[in-house]
């Protein structure tokens, strides 16, 4: 079987948020080299499943285990921060797609793809046993769509932030009006942009002045987004976060808490890393002095900086790269 004859299988088309736009650049890269894509509705049995995540869909995985088709299982963090919230509904949603998580890693997976370091210590500590093979393969942009503009002469800098939901934490509210408070009146600052939708819609009024709120951006338009600034992760202990990965593509420097895959994702000189500050497991506030001195940082030295993001992204994040460490992943599933 020539790599051109590979039938790929996804449990389901792409998702909305990162698995989405993960699956989405994956597809796309597996298409472009002659494989074919199927999902569960089609009748064609595939040579080779990968899992992105979680699914409901686990007869469809146990049927094609039981004929000989491997299966390889991509995984983020286990789910946590609906621990330290309220709500029945979203503790029992988290906790199921945890549940079904396992089920996949421990007894349905040959080979489980985990996307940081971090991630995989998670598992390995709480997720149970598993047989599979393991190994990291980290996230991946297409250097052609998202590289670095020209910078506007003499602009102030904006902080970009995108999130698909920004009210997920509880302080993300108060994180970023503190923030816009701290930096007003500070040299070469343009002000917060930000990018993503609300759980509580009433959220959008309550941002204080100095924060200019965008709503959510098409994914064709996200690299228009990455200009003339420096971007704020506000993920809290994320895997491996996609919008990290593109800023840095774009050039833009990158600042954050020290928690979760950020620090493997931006090393010295592509951006500022920061301490947290109190627990972040337990969702206390962070320490919003410090992502203010690591803006000052950055803001002397911007070009440098920039430079820098743009070189990580092409000796760690290219999409050719993932796709060919997934290639690597697949045949030698097959070939079992």
């Not at 995540?53 to 000989?68: E, Q, S, V």
């Not at 990158?254 to 928690?259: C, E, K, L, P, S």
């Not at 890393?273 to 690591?294: C, Q, R």
Request: charge should be positive.
């Amino acid at each position: 079987m020539t790599s051109k004859d590979i039938i790929i299988g996804f449990p389901h088309p792409p998702a909305n948020g990162g698995p989405g736009s993960f699956q989405i650049r994956l597809e796309k890269a597996v298409k472009e080299r002659g494989w074919t894509v199927v999902y569960p509705n089609s009748d064609i049995t595939p040579d080779v499943i990968l899992v992105v995540g979680g699914t409901r869909k686990l007869w469809w995985l146990w049927y094609n285990r039981h004929k000989g088709v491997p299966i390889v299982h991509r995984l983020a963090g286990l789910n946590w921060m609906h621990r330290q919230r309220k709500g029945i509904k979203a503790f029992s949603y988290a906790e199921i797609a945890n549940f079904l998580m396992r089920i996949i890693r421990n007894s349905l997976a040959d080979e489980v793809v985990y996307q940081s370091d971090f991630v995989e210590k998670i598992w390995r500590q709480k997720g149970g046993n598993t047989v599979a093979c393991e190994r990291i393969i980290y996230n991946a942009v297409d250097l052609s769509l998202f590289y670095p503009a020209k910078m506007m002469s003499d602009a102030p800098l904006k902080i970009i932030c995108v999130e698909g939901v920004i009210d997920y934490s509880p302080y993300a509210v108060a994180l970023l009006n503190t923030l816009a408070e701290r930096m007003e009146g500070k040299s070469n600052y343009g002000g917060i942009i930000l990018y993503g939708d609300f759980i509580d819609k009433g959220n959008a009024d309550r941002l204080t002045r100095g924060i200019e709120f965008r709503g959510r951006v098409p994914r064709n338009n996200m690299p228009e987004v990455y200009r003339d600034g420096v971007f704020l992760s506000l993920d809290v202990n994320a895997a491996c976060p996609n919008t990290v990965i593109e800023a840095l593509a774009s050039g833009i420097p990158v600042i954050g808490f020290d928690t979760g895959a950020l620090k493997e994702l931006v090393p010295s000189g592509a951006g500022e890393v920061v301490p947290y500050g109190s627990d972040p497991w337990l969702l206390e506030f962070p320490d919003i002095g410090a992502l203010v001195l690591a803006f000052e940082k950055i803001s002397h030295n911007w070009l440098n900086y920039s430079i820098m993001a743009r070189k990580t992204a092409e000796q760690r994040f290219g999409l050719e790269n993932m796709a060919e460490e997934y290639l690597k992943v697949f045949q030698k599933m097959i070939k079992k």
